[in-house]
């Protein structure tokens, strides 16, 4: 039997403050490519003293140090990193020459230090950088070109900084870019030049900002957009442009367009009261709970849905052919719509259907299969139901092997001995 020993190298700071070790390996069958620099301190533009040991390293984590910069000539100390981490440090300051040789590196991450700012092209040696993120660092603006020379930058990630505004300039000279994450940065509006430069995006995450606006044409051009997220915003309105899936739920938008491309929508949560859409839509999966939408022709567009969720609305009245187009849907929630009159027959065009939720249907249960021959599952939310009514539909669902479910809160509470289960009531 091989046994594996495990050798810790240690790296030796020219302070003698270090508290440093762990560079793991196993000794005699692998060579270490891992290290992680923990505790002490080095003087700004002093370097670590390190050993031949970590010439194969790759990966290089610095935390919980009191550096106040990165260690000067540590891309030569460790000459074949490609990942790097910075995190929960007191580093307070960046310049290039940090990074002179850095020429292997490719992913960098800044989390938990003082960064304040960002000078022009402080990452320009790094000219292998496809992924870069600075996060939870005191950062209120960016000026001039912080991200110049990254030519090959793909992912660029700003997090939980307090940037309120953002001048489209300071992404220009990254032409390589296609994903952007800026979540709970504080920014307020996205001006039409926001991405002029990058059009090779495809994926934007805006998630948990102030963002009140969003010019007109911000995304126009960005033709490769896959995913947009704007959840948890302030935005009144959202033109969706080419984003195919645009997460845009617990803003306060008013109305909602979608376009040609969109295949998935996610806008729970909102003030909508109108829908639009292009003639020719793509959208399989609509999420539109907890809105005010009192219209739905729109549907009538959607021919390729195969989720559809509009429960928690106003819808009450409708014409009967609203349906007609959604025949590939599968599931659709239409509940919680107080004074809707909803019968099985209008929706007799969902052929494929396997789960319906709404609150009831006025015109019986008796013939559901005949009319949905893949229905499973049917919820019923209608309150004040009688043991009596909720038994009899359960019976008739139940010789259809159809699954039934309630809850609690659908019983009239004089009732409430009804002896069914609380989830589901059928028997086969």
Not at 106 to 128: V, W
Request: aromatic fraction near 10%.
């Amino acid at each position: 039997m091989r046994i594996k020993t495990f050798v810790v190298l240690t790296l030796l700071l020219k302070t003698n403050s270090a508290d440093i070790l762990t560079c793991g390996g196993s000794l005699g069958f692998s060579i270490p490519t891992m290290c992680r620099v923990s505790g002490g301190s080095v003087a700004d533009d002093e370097s670590l003293q390190i050993s031949n040991a970590n010439a194969n390293i790759t990966t290089l984590t610095f935390s919980n140090t009191n550096f106040t910069s990165i260690p000067k000539n540590i891309f030569v100390s460790f000459p074949k990193i490609k990942i790097f981490y910075v995190t929960n440090n007191n580093l307070n300051r960046l310049s290039s020459s940090s990074f002179q040789d850095s020429n292997q590196l490719t992913k960098l991450f800044f989390s938990t230090n003082d960064i304040s700012t960002i000078p022009d092209q402080a990452f320009s040696l790094c000219t292998a950088l496809t992924q870069l993120s600075i996060y939870d660092n005191p950062i209120t603006t960016f000026t001039g070109n912080p991200f110049g020379g990254l030519n090959k930058l793909q992912q660029l990630t700003l997090e939980d900084l307090q940037i309120e505004t953002f001048d489209s300039s300071v992404l220009q000279d990254l032409p390589a870019l296609q994903i952007l994450e800026m979540k709970n940065c504080s920014l307020t509006s996205i001006d039409a030049d926001f991405l002029s430069s990058n059009v090779n995006i495809t994926d934007i995450n805006l998630n948990d900002n102030d963002i009140v606006t969003i010019e007109a044409g911000a995304f126009s051009n960005l033709v490769a957009l896959n995913n947009l997220d704007v959840s948890y915003n302030m935005l009144t309105s959202l033109n969706t442009a080419y984003a195919r899936t645009i997460i845009a739920d617990n803003n306060k938008m008013k109305s909602l367009f979608i376009g040609s491309n969109a295949v998935s929508i996610n806008a729970e949560f909102n003030l909508i009261n109108n829908v639009s859409c292009d003639a020719t839509s793509s959208v399989k999966f609509l999420y539109l709970t907890g809105n005010r939408i009192s219209r739905i022709g729109f549907l009538t567009k959607m021919k390729s849905a195969v989720l559809v969720y509009l429960d928690s609305n106003r819808i009450r009245k409708f014409n009967k052919a609203v349906f007609a187009n959604l025949k590939n849907v599968n599931k659709i929630e239409l509940n919680d719509n107080p004074g809707m009159k909803l019968g099985s027959k209008m929706l007799a065009s969902m052929t494929n259907v396997g789960t319906i939720r709404v609150d009831k249907f006025i015109n019986g249960y008796k013939n559901l299969t005949q009319m949905f021959p893949n229905l499973k599952m049917l919820y019923l939310t209608t309150r004040n139901w009688s043991c009596t009514q909720l038994k009899s539909v359960a019976n008739v669902l139940n010789e259809q092997k159809i699954y039934l479910y309630f809850n609690n809160a659908t019983l009239d509470k004089a009732n409430f001995k009804c002896q069914l289960n609380t989830w589901e009531v059928s028997k086969f």
